[in-house]
């Protein structure tokens, strides 16, 4: 069995008021990930899923797109070793910049 990978990406463009959360929320639960998405305090929305690279690489091909109402702009990514912290993908409150 291949070691799960875990993404985390940075959403920029129209994507904070416009249900891209629960978007992601959505594509991830049926991509079968655990990790969270969550709003920033500079207008992006932010994503960290781990499992398997296939799924990974559908979802990030998902937040190009984004739902209907949102406009994207760019999707920055990394890639790393997942740890399995997560046995669920949950939306996160908001991360204000300090």
């Not at 070691?3 to 992601?24: K, M, N």
């Not at 594509?27 to 969550?38: D, E, H, I, M, P």
Request: net charge negative; with cysteine.
């Amino acid at each position: 069995m291949d070691e799960d990978t875990r993404l985390q990406a940075s959403v920029d463009g129209r994507v904070q008021g416009v249900g891209f959360r629960y978007f992601v929320l959505e594509c991830a639960n049926q991509l079968g990930l655990s990790g969270w998405v969550r709003n920033t305090g500079d207008g992006t929305v932010e994503v960290l899923a781990e499992g398997p690279r296939e799924a990974l690489d559908r979802l990030l091909d998902l937040l190009h797109q984004g739902p209907r109402s949102a406009y994207v702009t760019e999707v920055k990514s990394t890639w790393g070793s997942a740890t399995g912290e997560f046995n669920r993908f949950e939306v996160r409150p908001t991360a204000w910049p300090i």
